[in-house]
């Protein structure tokens, strides 16, 4: 089963930014407001591999490896925050999820506020032109697919066909650019797909935002580090620019908390049973819910 997790609507994304918010908002503010949304997260996700924060990162990551060797999967603390240094006070760390049966699952080293990017979302990008080889070599028994706004579907299976085309469209891009566009290997924002839903007594702490991003915005942020690429070549009638999802966090994340995304499955209109693991959960003020896809 597969689902389009239900985004963050524009003026609630704006509220947890920080953003000027009037208490009433027209479709006509909406837009306006996404416009300026769109600009804070771009502004936000650069800042993170600015030369300062990726230092930071760097350093970070360095104490991790040291700190876990010999115990493999070990789930952060709130002492592990203390390796971060400014201007970082967060970094997502995936480890074994406490969600039973959950393989593994994303936490917060140090503190995430409301409104901060806890992760962006690697894999490949499709758009409704490609429908035919998500249905034949992406689509069955993926859980990682994120259907968007605009038609956009973000493939983020980390194995099989889905990395394979994955792989494919990266060296492609490399060719074309002569930019490597980094994997979470070397980019550990890329992470979002170790996200869980939420087990049962636990609710979402990060929604996702639909982040539309043009050559130009991709050159500011620095190429190698949006971890995308679409399916569809430039020369094929794609994209030039890149059609993905940032996760923002709801609310305060407390150090060593375990980061949970609604999935929101939906099976009204068909395609089987819903996972043993899933559950339905209220739907968050300010969250839309999304038409899903079922397989």
């Not at 597969?2 to 947890?16: D, E, H, Y």
């Not at 920080?18 to 479709?27: I, N, Q």
């Not at 066909?161 to 002569?178: H, N, P, Y």
């Not at 980061?259 to 209109?269: G, V």
């Amino acid at each position: 089963p597969l689902a389009a997790m239900g985004p963050i609507a524009p003026v609630a994304a704006a509220r947890l930014l920080g953003l000027p918010v009037g208490r009433r908002a027209s479709p006509a503010d909406e837009e306006q407001l996404d416009a300026l949304v769109q600009a804070e997260l771009r502004s936000r996700i650069g800042a993170l591999f600015a030369a300062p924060a990726r230092r930071a990162w760097e350093q970070a990551l360095v104490a991790r490896i040291s700190s876990a060797r010999g115990r493999e999967g070990r789930v952060p603390t709130a002492s592990s925050a203390h390796s971060l240094s400014p201007p970082l006070s967060f970094l997502p760390w995936p480890s074994p999820s406490q969600v039973e049966g959950g393989g593994w699952g994303l936490y917060a080293q140090g503190r995430a506020e409301p409104g901060s990017v806890v992760a962006l979302y690697q894999g490949a990008v499709y758009d409704t032109r490609d429908l035919e080889t998500l249905a034949s070599k992406v689509v069955w028994g993926n859980g990682y697919l994120i259907a968007r706004a605009g038609g956009w579907f973000l493939d983020g299976l980390p194995r099989g066909a889905s990395k394979a085309l994955w792989d494919e469209a990266r060296v492609r891009e490399r060719k074309r650019t002569g930019t490597t566009v980094h994997t979470e290997e070397e980019n550990p924002w890329a992470v979002g797909h170790y996200a869980n839903h939420p087990p049962k007594g636990k609710r979402d702490n990060v929604a996702i935002y639909a982040l539309d991003l043009t050559p130009e915005h991709l050159e500011e942020i620095g190429r190698e580090w949006v971890p995308n690429v679409n399916h569809r070549a430039p020369e094929d009638g794609g994209a030039e620019g890149i059609h993905t999802v940032v996760f923002v966090a709801l609310r305060p994340i407390a150090p060593g908390e375990e980061i949970f995304l609604n999935y929101n499955i939906d099976h009204s209109s068909g395609g089987g049973a819903k996972p043993h693991w899933y559950h339905d959960m209220p739907q968050r003020r300010g969250v839309l819910a999304c038409t899903p896809i079922c397989a």
